[in-house]
């Protein structure tokens, strides 16, 4: 149940999202990008080695320890992660910019089906014929918002697939703390965007609003949300965790409509219904498997 609450918890705090980003949209994309990973990396550093000192020195104790090819694994992991965490939040941007909002809109619709998919093939969770159903209605619901915006459909396809790359490696036995993962996630993914600066505008002052808004989108919504998210992958299949990720567009939908009163269409209506009847159907023959799976085990004592 701890589990579920924490992918509920993460996907719900990133559905919130357009009410700290709205306040900022007077300043250019890349800026407030920049800016997240900067604050994200310095306040994650801090929590690291002042809040879980020790849980950190364990994990670098156990890296140290680890064999060659243990460690190899774990690097390549980590990197990996890393590079897709940041294509993520860079691909993201400049889609919303240089393509269209719909197109970044369409690919939290898409990714749940991605890691789904992606799931399945590298990972072997197995899908009983109801979860696979909720995908196919998935399908068929980003299909009816795609219908006649096929080139926001193939950058969508692109963002979603790096979220849902990266949920698939945090699927991993590495015995170390989730926490510090993340760390170095967020560090190596700064890194690797710190050319943006290159392409900022320095001149443009930043109020204290500015710089308030961004920490709390720094630690409220990329450090809490993403660590929420490997947490619940302890207890949970990547595909159930995916599948969740389809709260953020539902609740994204609900906050458009009834507190920045935008326009609606009977399409959009159907459709996120549709997602919505589908995390239902797939949650409960989840929950069905398991229970059915655990009926079916044997007792340690049984011959």
Not at 77 to 102: H, Q
Not at 154 to 178: E, M, P, R, T
Not at 268 to 284: E, G, K, R, T, Y
């Amino acid at each position: 149940m701890k589990y579920y609450l924490s992918a509920l918890m993460g996907f719900i705090i990133w559905g919130t999202f357009a009410l700290v980003l709205k306040p900022l949209s007077g300043f250019g994309a890349l800026d407030i990008l920049i800016h997240r990973v900067l604050f994200a990396s310095v306040c994650i550093l801090l929590a690291c080695f002042i809040f879980r000192r020790k849980q950190t020195l364990e994990s670098i104790r156990f890296i140290k320890s680890t064999s060659r090819n243990e460690r190899l694994k774990l690097i390549v992991n980590v990197i990996a992660s890393a590079i897709l965490l940041g294509m993520n939040w860079f691909l993201f941007i400049y889609v919303m910019n240089a393509v269209s909002v719909n197109a970044t809109s369409l690919a939290y619709m898409i990714c749940p089906i991605l890691t789904t998919v992606l799931a399945s093939i590298f990972l072997k969770e197995h899908l009983n014929k109801g979860q696979w159903f909720a995908v196919g209605l998935s399908v068929v619901s980003c299909i009816i918002l795609a219908y006649g915006h096929f080139l926001d459909l193939f950058y969508s396809f692109i963002i979603a697939l790096s979220y849902a790359g990266y949920l698939v490696l945090q699927k991993n036995n590495f015995k170390i703390d989730k926490f510090f993962t993340l760390t170095i996630h967020i560090l190596v993914s700064t890194i690797l965007l710190l050319p943006i600066l290159s392409v900022v505008d320095a001149s443009i002052p930043k109020s204290t609003e500015f710089y308030s808004y961004v920490l709390i989108i720094a630690i409220g919504y990329t450090i809490i949300p993403l660590f929420l998210n490997i947490y619940a992958l302890k207890g949970l299949d990547s595909s159930v965790v995916g599948i969740l990720l389809y709260i953020n567009p539902i609740i994204s939908f609900f906050l458009a409509v009834l507190y920045f009163k935008e326009a609606i269409t009977l399409t959009q209506v159907a459709a996120f219904s549709m997602i919505l009847i589908a995390v239902i159907i797939f949650n409960i023959a989840y929950i069905y498997e398991r229970k059915r799976q655990s009926v079916l085990k044997p007792e340690p004592n049984e011959v």
